[in-house]
């Protein structure tokens, strides 16, 4: 997807800061406590579940912190009644926004996001209007020191993944152990548990794994539109309620150092 690699470089710059920040533990347990809510504390038996505890695992989280947290989701200790919500907007220059929020409040959450939407010069709109220019993927960050593209690209697809690309910021395109040997694993949603674990099985590193909603194309913006657009996507990820933004801006690569901060 055009500009989903320089998209993914910003987003981990901002997740090394909202880390720092205690951010992501906080999202992370509302995510387990609802999947627990909804399919039961069995890990095994619910796929969400797994998927949100191994995202928690990702970004660190102590292990007596997710199993309280299932606990709560499942009943076993008290806990507040959580609202999954979705909401579709347009940021400046057009730019597609989609936010997934949890809440115990939802005229709050909404007026929230409301508000930073129109602080930035975009447009809280209807459920769908811009859902549609987005799919949902299963995305696997993988380090394949070791493996050679061949070998990361066969292991992927006989996996039954849909692609596999090589971080282009690496710096030994071998694979040998000379450089980094980063790589993007995308999955149909159906496929993202089967090919996880395939590569670790192939004894491979996987440092994040999650279920993201890819755009289908990409709007360019430059410039204080970048900026504004930045101050939109912070804006709404340090809103406590909201969970994940995705948008399809594509920032040129002369324009990514000055949002680096």
């Known amino acids: 997807m055009a500009g989903h ?75 507040e009644d959580w609202e999954t919500l979705r909401y579709e907007g347009y940021g400046p220059r057009g730019v597609a926004v989609v936010v997934e929020a949890l809440t115990n409040n939802r005229t709050r959450t909404a007026t929230d996001v409301r508000n930073a939407f129109t602080k930035y010069g975009g447009n809280l709109g209807l459920a769908g209007c811009v859902g549609f220019l987005f799919e949902s993927k299963g995305v696997i960050e993988v380090d394949a020191s070791g493996k050679s593209e061949d070998e990361m690209v066969e292991l992927a697809i006989n996996a039954g993944a849909s692609d596999a690309t090589k971080s282009d910021d690496d710096d030994d395109g071998a694979g040998s152990g000379g ?47 970048a900026r504004t657009a930045m101050k939109l996507i912070d804006t709404l990820e340090d809103n406590d309620d909201v969970q994940k933004v995705y948008c399809n801006m594509d920032i040129p690569e002369g324009d990514l150092a000055g949002l680096e901060d």
């Not at 993202?192 to 194309?217: C, Q």
């Open 5 to 79: 690699n320089k998209w993914s470089k910003i987003k981990h710059r901002k997740a090394v800061v909202d880390k720092r920040r205690g951010k992501v533990w906080t999202k992370c347990a509302k995510a387990i406590m609802v999947a627990a809510k909804h399919g039961g504390g069995d890990p095994d038996s619910n796929l969400s579940l797994r998927y949100a505890i191994d995202e928690a695992r990702y970004a660190n989280m102590p292990r007596d912190t997710i199993e309280r947290a299932v606990k709560k989701g499942a009943g076993e200790l008290g806990g």
């Open 179 to 225: 450089g980094a040997n980063r790589w993007t694993v995308s999955t149909a949603p159906l496929d993202f548990h089967a090919v996880k674990t395939a590569i670790e099985r192939a004894g491979l590193i996987i440092s994040d794994a999650r279920i993201d909603m890819i755009p289908s194309t990409a709007v360019t913006i430059t410039g204080d539109d």
